[in-house]
């Protein structure tokens, strides 16, 4: 078997980091300019395409043969440049991405990045000229008199830079293969490569895009937009509402209060004020109105969909590398709008009629409800239905059977109210009281909102967090609650502690301890310079935790610190715990769940388009499949964890939504 890694520089007048990768491609003037590549290790070489240089045959053989498996770093956009270029979708099985391995290995998602995190020296990193050498041959050029009006940069125009590009493209293929040497000693499993294997092919099948809803959408939220300003500037006399400046002063003389922030939660707790003057209240109404940033999803929409009116590459795989999970690109359909308008199919119809009169009367707030709409802007295709599955309270399931506290397992085996059981355990009080109708229910917003943010060691605050106080609970009752839910699960809080344990001992004397179903260990491989705390998990995956250390913490107890990308999506130090880990853990198992339900679905022959933590979204015709067929396959008892009590349930519908 051989090896070739691959690295293309190429040129598009879409904006790739608006658009996105299939976009990009599939734009007519995209064209790939430079070709570097080596074989087996091989000092790389650089094919001027934009010269009119061509492949070697044995170069151009290799990209179908399956004698030669194919590196790059973030594979997918070269195995979609190649894949336009031979002019049909090219085998995945045949490609390996030195991003995700990376990912996979505990370091971050870009190729300079993980150089520099795996120490590669200066020469075998990305050239930092690279940036601007891209920025002038890659993307359109603005037209002046200086460059001849012209709105492309060619190699003629500046040969000197032309041949620093060359180079630029040979050391990418350089440093891709360092990185890929480097983490040979964290190999991917067999099992994983067949999953980005597989996402590769859900990313490029994409989902249909109900265009005429979007742009009457756009439409109306300008039109809405405009006269909400000219209302503000009426209120206030300002010249610029929008500013955060100007408004916090402005409302700073009418309230006569401090205020430093108008970001959401500032602007709520102060709409809660019952001294405020009408025309303040209205001023705050605008700014929550004009803050609906949920509605820049529409523009993000129509800059990603493709000519055939459909959006791809929405995930990134294992973009979350502490878990493994997957990372919303583009429109982030992980963080989109539930849709509690009713009835949607009217809303849409009024939104596509561009009928902003209609909305105003019927649904009251426009922006509010386009909100709300912008799930339904994916659709199913003419003649095809869009089936919609997730797992049930998947990871209070996975963390009872994680810690083994039977009673939880046994709610998820019989009734699934984990809710009310939780309450019911927490304050003694018969199960079947905890309904509505008796005095009892007030009970389960507490057993509800424990459950939502106790699991992974939080207290008080955590509650907070969560929207206790929203919901009416006294904050002096938050202690009390946190205690019973601890003293109600303590199995759940015997792993926090047993995790923590675990990750000391390794980081302090090495070897592996067994914590339940996982087993924390410390791995070293000194040729590579890697050196790591993993956890793996029953799946056999790993998770890595790079750099491991010991600190002290604010209250003088061992603190677990770790390398890898912080808050701030930077390189550094970070610091972790039982909890913690308990949740890095649960969300993986999740995640390695929902991925094998992916496998089984389009083994099946279910092609699933997109997928949400613990949900699934398939696009099929009506007589392929059931919504009873895919619950079936994800409620299928898992190999290596079969005795995890798993449900699912679903909508099948033309548009896609969130109860």
């Known amino acids: 078997m051989h090896h070739l890694s691959i690295d293309l520089e190429t040129f598009s007048s879409i904006d790739i980091k608006k658009a996105g990768a299939h976009r990009y491609i599939a734009s007519p003037d995209f064209e790939i300019l430079l070709f570097a590549y080596s074989l087996d290790g091989a000092e790389p070489v650089c094919v001027d395409f934009a010269a009119g240089e061509t492949l070697p045959f044995w170069v151009a053989n290799a990209l179908t043969s399956p004698d030669y498996i194919k590196h790059a770093f973030n594979a997918a956009f070269e195995w979609g440049c190649l894949s336009k270029y031979i002019g049909r979708q090219l085998p995945p099985e045949q490609w390996r991405c030195t991003m995700f391995h990376a990912l996979y290995a505990g370091y971050p998602a870009s190729l300079a990045a993980a150089g520099a995190a795996l120490g590669l020296p200066e020469d075998k990193r990305k050239l930092n000229t690279g940036k601007a050498l891209i920025r002038y041959f890659c993307v359109p050029c603005a037209p002046s008199k200086a460059n001849g009006g012209r709105t492309r940069n060619y190699a003629h125009h500046a040969p000197d830079r032309w041949r620093l590009f060359k180079e630029y493209n040979i050391g990418d293929v350089v440093t891709e293969m360092e990185i890929e040497n480097r983490l040979a000693a964290v190999p991917v499993p067999e099992w994983l490569q067949k999953e980005w294997e597989t996402d590769l092919i859900i990313n490029s099948r994409g989902v249909a895009v109900d265009i005429p809803m979007v742009e009457g959408a756009l439409e109306l939220g300008a039109t809405v937009r405009q006269s909400l300003m000219q209302e503000a500037m009426r209120i206030s006399g300002l010249n610029n509402p929008n500013s955060v400046k100007q408004l916090a002063a402005w409302l700073e003389e009418e309230t006569g209060e401090e205020i430093t922030s108008l970001n959401k939660a500032t602007v709520a707790d102060l709409m809660e004020k019952d001294d405020n003057s009408p025309e303040a209240q209205r001023m705050l109404e605008i700014r929550q109105e004009l803050g609906k940033t949920s509605n820049k999803k529409y523009d993000a929409i129509m800059a990603a969909v493709c000519p055939d009116g459909r959006v791809r590459g929405l995930l990134q795989f294992y973009g979350a590398n502490r878990t493994g999970r997957w990372a919303g690109r583009l429109v982030q359909v992980q963080n989109l709008p539930r849709t509690y308008t009713e009835p949607l199919e009217f809303a849409r119809e009024l939104v596509t009629s561009r009928n902003l009169n209609g909305l105003k009367v019927v649904y009251g707030s426009v922006q509010d409800t386009l909100s709300q709409l912008i799930r339904t802007a994916f659709i199913a295709p003419t003649g095809h239905i869009l089936i919609d599955a997730d797992f049930s309270a998947i990871e209070a399931r996975v963390i009872s059977w994680l810690a083994g506290e039977e009673w939880r397992l046994e709610v998820f085996r019989t009734h699934g109210k984990i809710y009310e059981a939780s309450a019911s355990q927490m304050f003694g009080v018969p199960l079947d009281r905890i309904k509505k109708g008796n005095p009892e229910y007030a009970l389960r917003s507490k057993g509800k909102v424990a459950e939502l943010a106790l699991g ?158 613990d949900e699934v979204v398939i696009d099929c015709p009506p007589n392929t499949t059931t919504l009873e067929k895919v619950v079936e396959i994800m409620s299928q008892p898992i190999p290596w964890a079969p005795d995890l009590p798993l449900g699912a349930e679903g909508w099948v519908g033309q548009f896609f939504k969130k109860d």
């Open 456 to 613: 992974y060691q939080g207290s008080s605050g955590a509650l907070i967090n969560m929207g206790a106080l929203k919901m009416g609970i006294p904050e002096e009752d938050l202690p009390d609650i946190v205690t019973r839910w601890r003293e109600t699960n303590k199995r759940i809080k015997d792993l926090w502690y047993k995790m923590n344990a675990a990750a000391v001992q390794v980081i302090q004397q090495g070897g592996a301890v067994g914590v339940n179903n996982v087993v924390i260990a410390r791995e070293f491989d000194i040729n590579q310079g890697i050196n790591c705390m993993t956890i793996t998990l029953p799946s056999g995956r790993k998770l890595y935790y790079v750099d491991p250390k010991l600190g002290v913490n604010r209250w003088g107890d061992p603190s677990i610190t770790y390398m890898g990308v912080n808050d701030k999506n930077k390189w550094g130090l970070i610091e972790t715990y039982g909890g913690k880990l308990v949740e890095n853990c649960v969300q993986a198992i999740a995640r390695d769940c929902l991925a094998l339900s992916i496998q089984r679905l389009e083994a099946a022959g279910i092609p699933v388009i997109f997928h949400i933590h």
